[in-house]
């Protein structure tokens, strides 16, 4: 597997100029789980919307004019070229902002930026999804990507863990999920009167899963101590660490290296990230709050 493989052609060149912005439309609003919304925005520009293209694990950078700015991942399907979705919690002054929007209103949108998911280089292998929270809305576009490409790997987990029953995102979506194959588990924290699903953390949905580990990759995301616990757990279980990737979460302003405030150690997360390949970071993610 390819540690951290440079953008596709059209991202390296979108990269060139990253001040380079696109006025949208919000088309669609759906309200996913308490205070998270789906947020589909479409290009008022009809030449950039049929050139618009990104990869599973990468964002946006949306700007509300008089507000601010904020990097977002993109959860949406990438093969839909005729709008691009983002996963949003309300948590801040542009997020909070963006939630009182409706259909029609514009947001300024820059990017598409950062490093994929390597799921080319996942293709013939075992592939587990592990993640936490919010954290979903970072994968679900790879989740979509590879049921559209089902037959090209082999057995595929998504192991998700909320809070609570209420905090589940895209519960709607899992059947649709297990349809194409795709094993989904899911586990909350905290169980209310109805659920009848398993309760604990997310790593204890690795005991019975028999990973082979010379052909799994791992993808994680999530707050970081449940991302190094399913490390751990799956390093436990054989994995090497060049088979693991980790989406990272900065507070990344610029998207262009510039302003230095998602600094990772020697790492940029805005453009060397947010996926990264565990090996790289491993020394990082051991000093607290850095």
């Not at 949306?62 to 959860?75: D, N, T, V």
């Not at 709607?172 to 795709?182: L, P, S, V």
């Not at 588990?185 to 082979?212: E, H, K, Y």
């Not at 060397?272 to 491993?282: E, H, K, N, S, T």
Request: glycine letters at 10%; proline letters at 7%; charged letters at 20%.
């Amino acid at each position: 597997m390819t540690a951290n493989p440079p953008p596709p052609t059209d991202q390296r060149d979108a990269q060139r100029d990253a001040w380079q912005h696109q006025a949208t439309r919000i088309a669609a609003i759906r309200a996913e789980v308490t205070g998270v919304r789906t947020y589909d925005l479409v290009f008022r520009d009809a030449a950039v919307a049929a050139n618009y293209r990104f990869a599973p694990g990468q964002f946006n950078m949306l700007y509300l004019p008089g507000i601010g700015e904020a990097a977002m991942s993109i959860s949406s399907d990438p093969r839909a070229h005729d709008c691009v979705g983002h996963t949003v919690r309300a948590v801040g002054n542009v997020t909070e902002a963006l939630a009182r929007l409706g259909v029609g209103d514009e947001v300024i949108l820059r990017g598409p930026f950062g490093t994929p998911w390597p799921l080319a280089d996942l293709r013939g292998h075992d592939v587990v999804i592990a993640v936490g929270g919010v954290g979903l809305a970072s994968v679900r576009a790879a989740i979509l990507a590879i049921a559209n490409d089902r037959e090209s790997y082999g057995r595929v987990a998504v192991l998700f863990g909320a809070k609570t029953p209420a905090a589940l995102l895209y519960d709607r979506e899992y059947d649709a999920w297990r349809g194409r194959g795709i094993d989904v588990r899911v586990i909350v924290d905290q169980a209310n009167s109805g659920w009848r699903g398993p309760t604990g953390l997310v790593t204890s949905l690795f005991d019975d899963l028999a990973l082979d580990p010379a052909r799994t990759g791992l993808l994680a995301c999530g707050p970081e101590p449940m991302m190094l616990a399913v490390v751990r757990r799956a390093e436990a279980a054989g994995l090497s660490p060049a088979r693991i990737f980790l989406s990272m979460e900065r507070n990344m302003i610029c998207a262009a290296r510039l302003c230095g405030l998602c600094q990772f150690g020697p790492e940029f997360v805005c453009r060397d990230g947010p996926v990264f390949l565990y090996d790289r970071i491993a020394k990082f993610l051991a000093i607290p709050h850095l």
